[in-house]
């Protein structure tokens, strides 16, 4: 039991260190999940519950900042969004393509497509901010004076995932940090940047599939 209380001591201490760079964005849901009857992947890590909280964490963010009402004023369209490839630094990589389905799905089912429209990317929000200039700039995609050959994107959108994972041996406790962000993709500027942090605590004879 000491030992319990003393890993989930150090896990908050260092995540809330690890997340004080993150802004006002981020917020806290912890769950403990070691009375379940409940056996499979959502007993513990980023899966089920955890990409539906953190879904609508960012599909609330983006009506917030009314984006696509700024946009549609001064481009007279839709904005597009592309979501890039989670970065995933946590032990469950499997769940990175589920993540980024769930996600698109998600927002195509909250926006019309006079609010927004979406696309999905697969590499390094870096290089593929790089690359969809230089494809608009080629007449490869589109920008924002005219319609070409392929849609460009107007922003990417894209989350990363960070862990801290501690075990006494009997359980395991998993705090997961999401922080997400909204790329420009012409200007590079940072629309918005935002985390949420969710903690879960298992079993360690747990099977991750």
Same mark, same amino acid.
């Given at each position: 039991?000491?030992?319990?209380?003393?890993?989930?001591?150090?896990?908050?201490?260092?995540?809330?260190?690890?997340?004080?760079?993150?802004? /006002?964005?981020?917020?806290?849901?912890?769950?403990?999940?070691?009375?379940?009857?409940?056996?499979?992947?959502?007993?513990?890590?980023?899966?089920?519950?955890?990409?539906?909280?953190?879904?609508?964490?960012?599909?609330?963010?983006?009506?917030?900042?009314?984006?696509?009402?700024?946009?549609?004023?001064?481009?007279?369209?839709?904005?597009?969004?592309?979501?890039?490839?989670?970065?995933?630094?946590?032990?469950?990589?499997?769940?990175?393509?589920?993540?980024?389905?769930?996600?698109? /799905?998600?927002?195509?089912?909250?926006?019309?497509?006079?609010?927004?429209?979406?696309?999905?990317?697969?590499?390094?929000?870096?290089?593929?901010?790089?690359?969809?200039?230089?494809?608009?700039?080629?007449?490869?995609?589109?920008?924002?004076?005219?319609?070409?050959?392929?849609?460009?994107?107007?922003?990417?959108?894209?989350?990363?995932?960070?862990?801290?994972?501690?075990?006494?041996?009997?359980?395991?406790?998993?705090?997961?940090?999401? /922080?997400?962000?909204?790329?420009?993709?012409? /200007?590079?500027?940072?629309?918005?940047?935002?985390?949420?942090?969710?903690?879960?605590?298992?079993?360690?004879?747990?099977?991750?599939?």
């Amino acid at each position: 039991m000491k030992m319990r209380i003393l890993l989930s001591f150090l896990s908050l201490l260092v995540f809330a260190s690890f997340a004080s760079g993150v802004g /006002t964005g981020c917020r806290d849901s912890t769950r403990v999940d070691i009375d379940d009857d409940e056996v499979g992947p959502e007993s513990s890590g980023p899966y089920a519950r955890d990409l539906v909280e953190v879904t609508d964490v960012i599909v609330d963010k983006l009506k917030k900042q009314k984006i696509s009402e700024n946009f549609r004023a001064k481009w007279n369209d839709a904005p597009i969004v592309a979501v890039i490839r989670a970065q995933n630094d946590t032990r469950f990589p499997e769940v990175t393509q589920i993540f980024q389905e769930d996600l698109v /799905t998600a927002m195509m089912e909250r926006f019309t497509r006079e609010q927004y429209r979406f696309s999905q990317r697969d590499s390094d929000v870096q290089a593929a901010v790089g690359a969809e200039k230089e494809a608009k700039e080629s007449g490869e995609r589109t920008d924002r004076t005219g319609r070409r050959t392929k849609l460009g994107a107007d922003y990417f959108l894209k989350a990363k995932f960070s862990t801290l994972s501690m075990t006494d041996g009997e359980y395991e406790d998993d705090t997961i940090l999401y /922080t997400y962000e909204l790329i420009d993709t012409e /200007t590079d500027e940072l629309i918005f940047k935002g985390g949420h942090k969710i903690r879960r605590v298992s079993e360690k004879s747990a099977v991750y599939r």
